[in-house]
């Protein structure tokens, strides 16, 4: 082949190449040791001095903020939202866990369906299904997914293990950042270093690590890219002592309910 014939013929392959393998946007991470407020439950205006905000993904992301979009991705949603416990039973029964009677399995704490992640084909049908979600967090202008519930096979009555919900996470974690989407590993610190550097998260959310003793994998995985939200003052406490300054970590009601609500707490470490 002539040099002139080669050289069209292998930019016409890096072309194709190029067409067919597009790459993937850059994500933004939140900003290490920012002030935060985790807002699932209620919404309402932060503080000025926060910096990153949480909230669930039927809600409206906070303006100059840093936002990350809720999505319980191993449960259900609460009512009435696509995803719910009802919508998952009338449009997609069998990606339902069932218990011994052949009833959806519940997780009684949150009252909430546990989706059946055990084999590929499910994997692949329940992402199928949640990256309409994933993509209405962009659309709604959040940089990134808080994913919940990575501990559900310890509800799931053997149906499926933390193998399957690497692999399921692992996939859920590609789409994300294929839409320029950060994702946060909410809890789950028995995957030790396997949440950043095998299934891909980002960073992570922590509830109660203090109190649990269990803040030392976040640690280890993602340096200083752990938001901590602990529910007692104690704990609250003496991780800030621990930690205050190098982590972002708050206190929070545990309903997390709104500002001006008589239970309302709010607090963070303040250095943070």
């Given at each position: 082949m002539k040099p002139v014939a080669a050289l069209a013929a292998l930019l016409l392959l890096v072309a194709s190449c190029s067409a067919s393998e597009p790459e993937t946007p850059p994500v933004e991470l939140p900003p290490s040791g920012a002030k935060f407020d985790y807002q699932v439950g209620a919404v309402y205006q932060p503080e000025a001095k926060v910096k990153v905000v949480v909230r669930d993904r039927g809600?409206?992301?906070?303006?100059?903020?840093?936002?990350?979009?809720?999505?319980?991705?191993?449960?259900?949603q609460p009512d009435p939202m696509d995803g719910s416990l009802s919508w998952w039973k009338?449009?997609?029964?069998?990606?339902?866990?069932?218990?011994?009677?052949?009833?959806?399995?519940?997780?009684?704490?949150?009252?909430?369906?546990?989706?059946?992640?055990?084999?590929?084909?499910?994997?692949?049908?329940?992402?199928?299904?949640?990256?309409?979600?994933?993509?209405?967090?962009?659309?709604?202008?959040?940089?990134?997914?808080?994913?919940?519930?990575?501990?559900?096979?310890?509800?799931?009555?053997?149906?499926?293990?933390?193998?399957?919900?690497?692999?399921?996470?692992?996939?859920?974690?590609r789409h994300a950042h294929e839409k320029g989407l950060a994702v946060a590993q909410k809890n789950g610190h028995e995957l030790g270093d396997s949440g950043k550097k095998y299934i891909g998260f980002d960073f992570a959310i922590a509830e109660d690590c203090q109190a649990n003793g269990e803040c030392g994998p976040y640690a280890e995985a993602f340096s200083e890219k752990v938001f901590e939200i602990e529910y007692t003052d104690e704990a609250f406490q003496k991780s800030c002592s621990d930690r205050g300054g190098k982590r972002s970590v708050i206190l929070r009601d545990r309903n997390l309910v709104s500002y001006g609500h008589p239970d309302y707490v709010y607090e963070a470490c303040p250095s943070a």
């Open positions: 809600q409206f992301p906070v303006g100059d903020r840093y936002n990350v979009c809720y999505l319980n991705a191993l449960q259900t009338k449009n997609h029964l069998d990606l339902l866990v069932k218990d011994p009677d052949g009833e959806p399995a519940i997780d009684p704490e949150w009252d909430e369906g546990i989706l059946d992640i055990s084999t590929p084909d499910k994997r692949g049908r329940i992402l199928d299904i949640q990256k309409k979600w994933i993509e209405g967090c962009k659309i709604s202008r959040f940089q990134a997914i808080e994913a919940d519930n990575l501990d559900s096979h310890t509800r799931a009555g053997g149906a499926f293990d933390l193998n399957a919900t690497k692999e399921f996470m692992k996939a859920f974690v």
